[in-house]
């Protein structure tokens, strides 16, 4: 018996799936499951496939390839799904049996594969207390990692949304038209196109930008109302309280780690005791987190930065002293009793 006929198409004839409307229907089975499809794209592929039934049972083949491949599990548990767009008229594929060529098996799999992998997590990079590192990205953007810091790439497939997880960062972003450049810091998020521009991740979700060159964008999490451009010079806090600009003496201050100096403006002592554990093996700890609150507004080269310490309780109610383990703490005292012994 002959297969049912609409217009010039069997209904059960495969689609060559290496003709050009194969291929076509390939790339949109792939794409539904591989990015995100906002409006449009579901209206382009809604028009791709009204504009003839071969299209349609193209697309259908294709799509269920892709369901069969669903049990498939990539790298790190993530799975291949399809996700279809829009309503399919099923009508046809009732009144015969489905067949799938095998060409559309193997070609179909390793596309998925790759986009199981470019699903994957994106690479982290680690740098050790006292180590910095020089990282060239797949865009052309350059970044050097502060010591103890690491910056993770969102996804293999977005090279250029970053994550600061902690530490710090400077960033020289390579221009690409239409293609933002985003670093994550906690509830601070920077956006950028092409510029130079430092990233500190402190302590309590405390993110400090510094521009250096070209312009930033800094939202916190309430989005796009809580947000400020920054320019060169420019410098904003991100904290619990919002966002606030401020300004650097010289735009070539941003980052200024990268000379082998650290400054602070009113910062708490505890983010100024990351940093400084930072670049240090002797560890240095506070002894309770009032302690910790104080406030510091300081400017010191790197490599005295044990003398910067040792002249702390001069100038704040906190004596230092050993915690037993080869490091030193510091220690909260009564304001009104003149400080006590310290080691150093």
């Known amino acids: 018996m002959e297969p049912p006929i609409i217009g010039d198409c ?14 076509t229907a390939r790339a949109w089975a792939l794409a539904v499951v591989g990015e995100d499809f906002p409006p449009e794209r579901s209206r382009m592929l809604g028009a791709w496939l009204d504009a003839d039934p071969l299209h349609r049972r193209a697309y259908e083949e294709a799509e269920g ?14 799975s291949i799904a399809a996700v279809q767009p829009r309503p399919m008229d099923r009508r046809v594929a009732r009144r015969a049996p489905w067949r799938v060529p095998v060409g559309i098996v193997g070609g179909l799999l390793a596309a998925s594969l790759a986009v199981a992998f470019f699903a994957l997590p994106g690479p982290a990079y680690d740098t050790q207390p006292g ?29 250029r949304e970053l994550s600061l997880e902690r530490g710090e960062a400077f960033f020289a972003v390579a221009h690409q038209s239409g293609r933002p450049f985003t670093v994550q810091a906690g509830d601070a998020l920077v956006r950028v196109i092409g510029t130079r521009f430092n990233v500190h991740h402190g302590v309590d979700q405390r993110v400090r930008v510094e521009v250096e060159q070209g312009a ?13 451009t920054l320019r060169a010079g420019q410098t904003v806090l991100a904290d619990a309280r919002g966002l606030s600009v401020g300004a650097l003496a010289r735009p070539d201050l941003a980052g200024g780690w990268r000379q082998g100096r650290l400054a602070y403006d009113d910062a708490p002592l505890a983010e100024v005791v990351a940093d400084l554990n930072r670049y240090s093996r002797r560890p240095l700890s506070i002894g309770s ?14 490599a005295q930065a044990d003398r910067f310490v040792a002249e702390l309780p001069r100038v704040l109610p906190v004596r230092l002293a050993s915690d037993g383990k080869g490091g030193r703490v510091l220690v909260a005292i009564d304001p009104k009793r003149a400080p006590e012994p310290h080691a150093r």
């Open 65 to 78: 390839v892709v369901l069969m491949l669903g049990g498939l599990q990539g790298l790190h548990g993530s």
């Open 131 to 159: 180590e910095t590192r020089q990282i060239a990205l797949s865009d052309g953007s350059q970044v050097t990692l502060a010591p103890a810091s690491r910056l993770r790439a969102g996804s293999r497939w977005r090279p």
């Open 10 to 23: 069997r209904v059960n004839e495969a689609v060559d799936p290496d003709s050009p409307i194969g291929q």
């Open 289 to 302: 987190a009032a302690t910790g609150r104080l406030k510091v507004t300081a400017a010191f080269d790197i």
């Open 216 to 228: 930033v964008r800094v939202s916190d999490e309430g989005g796009e109302d809580g947000a400020v």
